[in-house]
């Protein structure tokens, strides 16, 4: 008789505890789940970061590069300041000197020269009016 009053609060008791195991584990599961998205999010904070700061760096030494050979090869001042098209040696050697650059530089695919006087741009190989350009917007 002890014994069936005994199991009988066992068994009353048991679907409390399945219930009350099951909250909690779900209780369990979720806050894990909550603390990994929160880590995911940092992680990606952090990734992007440092993705930016790499190209920050990356642009301002292109840029330091440009502007230093822009400023010490006189043949840029010489196609700047030239007149007509028809100089074919310069445009060979300012060709020459663009390649060099694009080659130091490997994430710059090319280099267009704008001269605004006569409205030309020289990308290395041809000269064209900016009006024909297709970056004549961005120019």
């Given at each position: 008789?002890?014994?069936?009053?005994f199991?009988r609060?066992?068994w009353?008791?048991?679907?409390?505890?399945l219930i009350?195991?099951?909250?909690?584990?779900?209780i369990?599961f979720?806050?894990?789940?909550?603390?990994?998205?929160?880590?995911?999010?940092s992680?990606?904070r952090?990734s992007t970061?440092?993705?930016?700061?790499?190209?920050?760096?990356?642009?301002?030494?292109i840029?330091?590069?440009?502007v230093?050979?822009?400023?010490?090869?006189?043949?840029?001042?010489?196609?700047f300041y030239?007149?007509?098209?028809?100089?074919?040696a310069?445009?060979?050697?300012?060709?020459?000197?663009?390649?060099?650059?694009?080659?130091?530089?490997p994430?710059?695919?090319?280099?267009?020269?704008?001269?605004?006087?006569?409205?030309?741009?020289?990308?290395?190989?041809l000269i064209?009016?900016?009006r024909?350009?297709?970056?004549?917007?961005?120019?």
């Amino acid at each position: 008789m002890k014994n069936s009053w005994f199991h009988r609060m066992i068994w009353s008791y048991i679907p409390i505890f399945l219930i009350l195991c099951s909250f909690i584990s779900f209780i369990f599961f979720n806050m894990l789940s909550e603390q990994q998205r929160k880590n995911a999010i940092s992680a990606n904070r952090v990734s992007t970061s440092q993705i930016l700061q790499t190209v920050d760096v990356s642009l301002k030494s292109i840029d330091t590069t440009i502007v230093n050979d822009l400023m010490n090869e006189p043949i840029y001042e010489e196609f700047f300041y030239q007149t007509g098209l028809h100089d074919v040696a310069l445009h060979y050697r300012v060709s020459k000197q663009l390649k060099l650059l694009t080659q130091q530089l490997p994430m710059v695919e090319s280099i267009d020269l704008v001269r605004f006087e006569d409205e030309l741009i020289f990308n290395g190989n041809l000269i064209h009016p900016i009006r024909k350009s297709e970056d004549r917007e961005f120019i």
